[in-house]
């Protein structure tokens, strides 16, 4: 079983960039969107069948597609940018059907792709990146589009570590630990503080010693 990972935030709020000291010949990026990377993307490329078949970035917003490419892929590391898209660009492109049974396909596909995320390799590790939302209540979540699709599925339910970014003055952090009116939650141990660097490569580090994965050191 996989280790998955829920990175929430805002837009501008650090989310991508902490990829930045990830290794790139360990890590495969799937853009829902495609976007240039916010830091200098050495050792970073896009895959492409007829020009670069060794490229370690992917464009996708297909659940299937995505999957796929999880399972087939034998770099340890998977990053999912914006996955809000997924929801939202399936959303937009069956905006034209009348009913509801489209909330609950979209939920349905959501729910695959965060089963596949979680099915992998034990030593596999994946980042899910994601926009928050606030209800009416104040409390900030991922955000998914409307009230139809949260009363079907509730996607921080499926992930033991969500960490939402942080930005005070100019510094970026992670935070760890539940607010009262977040879905932030880490495992008891995994980490000492609140507050962590946004570094996704620390987080990585952490918790693959937490987890003690053999054939992988800080």
Known sequence: MSISTVILGESGSGKTASLRNLNPADTLLIQVVKKPLPFRAKGWSYF??????????FVSDDWIVMSAIMRKT???VIIIDDFQYVLANEFMRRSDERGYDKFTEIAKHA??????????????????????????QGDIKLKTIGKMLDEKITP????????????????????????????VKSPIGLFDSERVPNDLSVIDARISQYYELTGVTE
Do not use: M, P
């Open 156 to 183: 921080e339910g499926l992930f033991t570590i969500v960490l939402r970014t942080i930005v005070t003055d100019k510094d970026y952090f992670f935070s760890t630990r539940n607010n009262g009116h977040d879905t």
């Open 74 to 76: 034998k770099r340890k």
């Open 111 to 136: 729910w695959e792709l965060f089963n596949a995320a979680n099915t992998l390799a034990d030593d596999v590790r994946v980042y899910l990146l994601s926009h928050t939302q606030t209800n009416d």
């Open 48 to 57: 492409n069948t007829e020009s670069n078949k060794t490229g370690n970035i």
